[in-house]
T-cell receptor, first 113, second 114 residues
Framework: AQSVTQPDIHITVSEGASLELRCNYS??????LFWYVQSPGQGLQLLLK??????LVQGIKGFEAEFKRSQSSFNLRKPSVHWSDAAEYFC???????????FGDGTTLTVKP | SQTIHQWPATLVQPVGSPLSLECTVE??????LYWYRQAAGRGLQLLFY??????ISSEVPQNLSASRPQDRQFILSSKKLLLSDSGFYLC?????????????FGQGTRLTVV
């Protein structure tokens, strides 16, 4: 069975600092991996996705993620966080039907001024 | 452009009452549509998905049902709500199977069953 673990429930960073959100997955085949962001009381927005090829993927809003097969990880990074990045972030793993992905429980990001 | 609408935004319903949540999309035809539920502090749980009119796949057994009466309309229903049906419900349109995957989510419905 596939699963996703986001070890950090809550992370606080200062504005302008770098960010890394962790994601570990379990999947029996080549995984398709996604990161989503959710603002309070809103739907999700797809930040980036990994299917194959280059293990470092670029997304929207200045985010990137690196796929490391040996560590079963797909961590999300941003070099300099902005106050508007405060939100909840979800990692997901699945196959070609992205809608049937398994989601992690999310990491809440707080940005200090 | 593609948009997805979901309503109502919030709903408070008594136990045993019926439920109808509606989701519509614009800017596409024959979309793959999904209903998710999100419990507090948790990720999304897939409830139903549909690849076309009248085609519904249920992912988990529950007190809810879904229907796809029109190409761009997806409805989540219940005949009698339970307290455990409370949660945040999201409709999504997700397409593409590889690097061209895109996902559009509605704004969600906060359902409280009292």
């Amino acid at each position: 069975a596939q699963s996703v673990t986001q070890p950090d429930i809550h992370i606080t960073v200062s504005e302008g600092a770098s960010l890394e959100l962790r994601c570990n997955y379990s999947y029996g085949a080549t995984p398709y991996l996604f990161w989503y962001v959710q603002s309070p009381g809103q739907g999700l927005q797809l930040l980036l996705k990994y299917f194959s090829g280059d293990t470092l993927v670029q997304g929207i809003k200045g985010f990137e993620a690196e796929f490391k097969r040996s560590q079963s990880s797909f961590n999300l990074r941003k070099p300099s966080v902005h106050w508007s990045d405060a939100a909840e972030y979800f990692c997901a793993v699945g196959n070609t039907n992205a809608g049937k992905s398994t989601f992690g429980d999310g990491t809440t990001l707080t940005v200090k001024p | 452009s593609q948009t997805i609408h979901q309503w109502p935004a919030t709903l408070v319903q008594p136990v045993g009452s019926p439920l109808s949540l509606e989701c519509t999309v614009e800017g596409t035809s024959n979309p793959n549509l999904y209903w998710y539920r999100q419990a507090a502090g948790r990720g999304l749980q897939l409830l139903f998905y549909s690849v076309g009119i009248g085609q519904i796949s249920s992912e988990v057994p529950q007190n809810l049902s879904a229907s796809r009466p029109q190409d761009r309309q997806f409805i989540l229903s219940s005949k009698k709500l339970l307290l455990s049906d409370s949660g945040f419900y999201l409709c999504a349109w997700i397409w593409g199977g590889t690097a061209n995957t895109e996902a559009f989510f509605g704004q969600g419905t906060r359902l409280t069953v009292v």
